[in-house]
Structure formats: structure tokens, C-alpha cells
């Protein structure tokens, strides 16, 4: 059994230097989780409740890869949906000679030419209003000749596989993660006085209002006038509704950990890998493709040695982050992952003290992996 005590020491100093109120880890390998811990408490206040493992977080941008680029796989397994479909045959919108060569690929590799960001939210609801818009947004640079990492694409890609499935995201997804846990025994529900628990392995979007006792704040909006608990912390999603291309998924590391096994399993082509892709899809959807996308795969990062899963990781390795101090990598060559939530966006999102967190816990787990 690995030591983790120097990756739980890391974790302990910043959270009494304050990068994070609360955080949550999983590690593990394709068969089961080697180590599951939560500290600090779910907000800076004396009597804050301690983060539990059981602890829901808001995942943000790993919306992106665990559910958006996941489904995508799923359905290009299925034929519905190709890398090549230029987005003018899914969005009607979508039109103009510059806008001709974009493809979903773009999409996933973030080169579509869209913008990184705007605040639609400001003046825009829900999908009849943001589609129109951003398909007619003026592209920054020519498709495929620079990567700009962009919510924006992902908001669209959201769009397109609603459309290509006929179902809404969070029912393609709640259908996978369903399939996930059919995987493992299924306890009777827990109950928290008059109201049902989630389960320790939630992954979905939306959580219950009822759950809220359970789930780390992000930040204190101004825009939406409250603390946010529960209700997803990036202000476009919100205005979608909490279901997005690239944001509103919520879990705790034990979800995110019931994701990674299976997906590590298939990257490894182990067998057994519950329905999430094919190796080969998986292969195709976490390597570089070359040109202009840099360090960027098909939804997927790569490892570079200034990534935020630090410098011991393999040159196969692939994950992501989320803005409010999550993230997910997964490594082939060492047969683990490691999932690291936090809330650092509590109460502010100014602080960024989690980029140095982040890469020495993750060199801290791979040196314990080594040792053994």
C-alpha cells in the first residue's frame, strides 16, 4: 500500500494557508480505490461542517470531459455524430464562408475559432436564445490554425448532442452513471431525517435542493445577490438552466472516481469497461491530433510538464480541470488515477493559490506509486 502522508500533508498546509476551504481526493486504479480522504471544512466559518468524503462539489469545467465529451464518444460509437459533421448540418444558424470548414472536432479540440468567453448571461436565457447567438458570434481566427480554450464551443457541442441523442444532457448522462452504478451493490437508501441522501458515488447534474448540507459553497455572486450552494457557479450555465456542454455536473470524488475506473480500464483495454467507449474510441479521443490543438486532445488535456497534474505523470496521461479547484487525471502507463476536489472559489474566485497546489499533491501520489 502506498504512503500517502507527504500528499496529505500538502493538502493539509494549503488549506491553513487558505487556497481552499474544504477538499476531497480519490486514487485509484482501474479495479478500486487505494486511498479516499476529505479535509478541512466546508467553509472558513468555526462552525462549518468538515467535508466529508461523501462531500458534493461543484465540477465545473470537468462537465467538459466527463459528461460532454463522454456522450460524444457514445454517440459517435453509435453513428449519430461524426468528428468531420461541419456544425452548419446541426445548427441552423451556423452559416457564413468563414464558418463552413468548422466540424465538431473543432469543437472538442477547442480550435473552432469561437471566442474563449462572453457574459451572455447578462442579456440571454436558455438555449433558443444563447444558440442564435453564439452561432453568429464573428470567429476570432480561421478554424484550426490556433487553439483558444472556449467554453463557448463547449456550449454549442452541448446543444448538438441533445440533438443527435434526442435527449437532453443530463438524461443521456443519468442514464450512463445508472449503468455505472447498476455496476456495484446497491445499498437501500440512506435517509437524513425526513430526506433521502445521495449516494456516496453522486455524479449529476442539478442536485437536489434538499441535499445542500452535504455540498461545498463555491462563491459569494454578486450578479445572482447570494452565496452559491448547490446551484452552479459559472453564471452561463446558470442562465442554461444548470445543464451545459461545459459546465452545471456536480459529485463527489467517490463519483468522479466511478467514472475514472472504467474509463482507465478502457484506455487500458482491460476489458470490463461498462459501456463508456471502446479502447480504441478512447485511444483516438485522448491523444494529440497534431497541429494547432497543442497539448489539447478531443475534450481530453494532455500531460505537458507544466500541467496542474505536475511533472511525474507519464506522457500518456490525459484529465482536466474545473474552475472552482477541481481535477481529474488519469495515467495509463502507472495504471491510476487521481481525482482532487476543492471549493477554492469560497468565497472568492480571486484566489488562485490552488496552482501550485495541485501539481506538488499530484507529484507527492506518483512518488508514494513509485515507492511501493
Not at 142 to 159: E, H, N, P, Q, R
Not at 297 to 310: I, R
Not at 349 to 369: C, G
Amino acid at each position: 500500500m502506498a504512503d500517502f502522508a507527504t500528499a496529505r500533508a500538502i493538502i493539509q498546509h494549503a488549506i491553513a494557508q487558505g487556497a481552499f476551504p474544504a477538499a476531497s481526493i480519490e486514487v485509484g486504479t482501474p479495479e478500486r480505490p487505494v486511498w479516499q480522504e476529505a479535509f478541512g471544512r466546508l467553509t472558513y466559518a468555526a462552525d462549518a461542517a468538515p467535508a466529508r468524503v461523501e462531500t458534493i462539489f461543484d465540477l465545473a469545467s470537468l462537465a467538459k470531459v466527463i459528461a460532454t465529451t463522454t456522450l460524444a464518444m457514445r454517440l459517435m460509437e453509435d453513428r449519430r455524430l461524426h468528428l468531420s459533421d461541419q456544425l452548419s448540418a446541426w445548427l441552423p444558424e451556423w452559416r457564413g464562408a468563414d464558418r463552413d470548414a468548422v466540424t465538431v472536432q473543432h469543437l472538442l479540440t477547442h480550435t473552432s475559432g469561437l471566442p474563449a468567453w462572453l457574459p451572455l448571461y447578462r442579456t440571454l436565457a436558455g438555449r433558443e436564445e444563447f444558440q442564435p447567438e453564439l452561432s453568429r458570434l464573428p470567429l476570432e481566427y480561421a478554424a484550426g490554425t490556433k487553439a483558444v480554450y472556449s467554453d463557448l464551443g463547449f456550449i454549442l457541442l452541448g446543444f448538438i448532442l441533445a440533438d443527435a441523442a434526442g435527449a437532453p444532457l443530463d438524461v443521456q448522462f443519468g442514464g450512463l452513471v445508472r449503468a455505472l452504478q447498476a455496476d456495484r451493490p446497491q445499498p437501500h437508501a440512506a435517509v437524513l431525517g425526513e430526506r433521502e441522501a445521495p449516494p456516496p458515488d453522486y455524479l449529476g447534474f442539478r442536485p437536489p435542493a434538499a441535499w445542500r448540507p452535504q455540498i461545498a459553497p463555491t462563491g459569494i455572486d454578486a450578479w445572482r445577490g447570494r452565496l452559491l450552494v448547490g446551484e452552479v457557479h459559472d453564471e452561463n450555465a446558470w442562465a442554461l438552466g444548470g445543464v451545459a456542454g461545459h459546465a452545471g455536473l456536480f459529485g463527489t470524488a467517490a463519483g468522479v472516481g466511478l467514472f475514472a475506473r472504467p474509463l482507465l480500464g478502457a484506455r487500458l483495454a482491460l476489458g470490463g469497461n461498462r459501456g463508456l467507449a471502446r479502447p480504441e474510441t478512447l485511444g483516438v479521443f485522448t491523444r494529440r491530433p497534431g497541429g494547432a490543438a497543442g497539448s489539447r486532445a478531443l475534450g481530453w488535456d494532455t500531460m505537458l510538464p507544466t500541467s496542474s497534474c505536475g511533472r511525474r505523470m507519464s506522457s500518456a496521461a490525459f484529465g482536466h480541470t474545473g474552475f472552482t479547484g477541481t481535477s481529474l487525471w488519469c495515467d495509463p502507463a502507472a495504471g491510476l488515477y487521481v481525482v482532487f476536489l476543492t471549493n477554492r472559489v469560497h468565497p472568492s474566485r480571486a484566489n488562485d493559490l490552488i496552482n501550485q497546489v495541485r501539481p506538488a499533491v499530484h507529484d507527492a501520489i506518483m512518488e508514494a506509486f513509485a515507492a511501493t
